[in-house]
């Protein structure tokens, strides 16, 4: 069985099972958000790891933020202006600018808690970065141990998303609740998100993040959504080739790549239009 930092990876994926790779080409926002609830929605036995762009600057928000107070705060940071397409993810935590870095989702069916799944995808990115030349760790090495009790089988509100609480720098011992001290992901710091070594300091002041992840539970499968935010992009073809590795060196897996399903595209198609493009749900908040 499959070993990452001593916990087995059995409860996620099993070796024969394997893992369905889809390399996609760059779409719009409305499309990406579609397309990976539509994996979610349609999931089989066979886990789906995918890796995608986006076709133009996008700003993603969490699933329970409140459109308003990130709207307001993205206007006053100038940041609508150079990515004025907003859309409302089917999964937790925190606003997202989305440029020319890559996205990746991953589909499981599970039967342990998410924290298992983030633990995973910290691993995998942290390999990744080390193909890259770059030395990665998990906030929680930093910060210190602590105690976190993790969603019921149903989620947080009624299994509609899940993330990590916020993990402020050094406190010990603490248990931290659901919340955010500020609406963007790359200025919020939680246990299974990655750190560059020797950089420690952000422009922000804080240390420098370039990966994080939200999920949520469809019954029992579980959708991941993570992204990169490396502070010089890498070459998007040595990038992807290098995620991929990450994933099946922690996995221990072979990800064999593969193509959506006729009922995945029409799904995807369906939730795009009538849902994901309409302001009921991108501002339902």
């Not at 599970?110 to 770059?134: C, N, S, W």
Request: charged share 20%; with cysteine; glycine share 10%.
């Amino acid at each position: 069985m499959p070993v990452v930092g001593g916990m087995g990876l059995g409860p996620l994926l099993s070796a024969r099972q394997g893992l369905r790779l889809l390399l996609c080409p760059p779409g719009d926002a409305f499309t990406n958000m579609a397309l990976d609830e539509a994996l979610a929605l349609t999931a089989d036995t066979t886990p789906t790891f995918r890796v995608y762009y986006w076709s133009s600057p996008s700003i993603s928000i969490g699933y329970f933020q409140k459109s308003a107070e990130v709207l307001n705060s993205l206007a006053c940071r100038g940041t609508l202006q150079r990515a004025p397409t907003v859309v409302r993810r089917p999964t937790g935590g925190t606003a997202v600018l989305h440029n020319d870095q890559p996205s990746f989702s991953l589909v499981l069916r599970m039967r342990a808690d998410v924290r298992q799944g983030y633990h995973l995808l910290g691993q995998a990115v942290m390999e990744t970065l080390k193909a890259l030349g770059m030395d990665a760790r998990p906030w929680a090495e930093v910060a210190g141990p602590l105690s976190y009790t993790s969603p019921s089988p149903g989620g947080r509100g009624k299994g509609e998303g899940d993330s990590p609480p916020p993990f402020p720098p050094p406190s010990r011992g603490r248990e931290f609740e659901f919340g955010s001290a500020t609406p963007f992901c790359t200025s919020n710091l939680f246990p299974y998100d990655v750190i560059l070594q020797g950089q420690e300091t952000s422009a922000s002041g804080g240390p420098t993040k370039v990966a994080g992840y939200s999920a949520r539970r469809f019954q029992r499968v579980t959708l991941f959504q993570g992204y990169l935010h490396l502070p010089e992009p890498a070459e998007g073809g040595h990038l992807v080739e290098a995620i991929i590795t990450g994933m099946e060196k922690i996995a221990g897996v072979r990800l064999m790549e593969g193509n959506l399903t006729e009922a995945e595209t029409v799904l995807t198609r369906e939730l795009r239009q009538k849902k994901y493009l309409q302001q009921d749900w991108n501002y339902k908040r």
